[in-house]
């Protein structure tokens, strides 16, 4: 089934930045609105996964804190891990 495209986002660009993106566009063999909409869904999809805040049911809200209470457990493979060096740092 084809993405039937039924809304629209205006902008006001500056000139700069109108010639900007349209040389960007030019540059990659698409439209303006092409290009735009790439940029855009891929901006909008890094803010999204970077998201900080989660809002949880009073439930899971429960059972995360309960989960970040619980006593912390001596793992001595994780201190091995830890106190060698790193791959990235050889």
Not at 5 to 18: C, G, I
């Amino acid at each position: 089934m084809a993405n039937i495209k039924n809304s629209r986002l205006a902008m006001r660009l500056t000139s700069d930045q109108a010639s900007i993106i349209r040389r960007a566009a030019e540059l990659e063999g698409r439209t303006v609105t092409e290009f735009s909409v790439a940029a855009a869904l891929t901006r909008a999809t890094d803010v999204l996964a970077d998201q900080r805040i989660f809002a949880l049911s009073p439930e899971k809200f429960t059972q995360f804190a309960s989960a970040l209470d619980r006593p912390v457990r001596y793992k001595p493979r994780l201190e091995k891990l830890f106190s060698s060096e790193s791959v990235f740092d050889a």
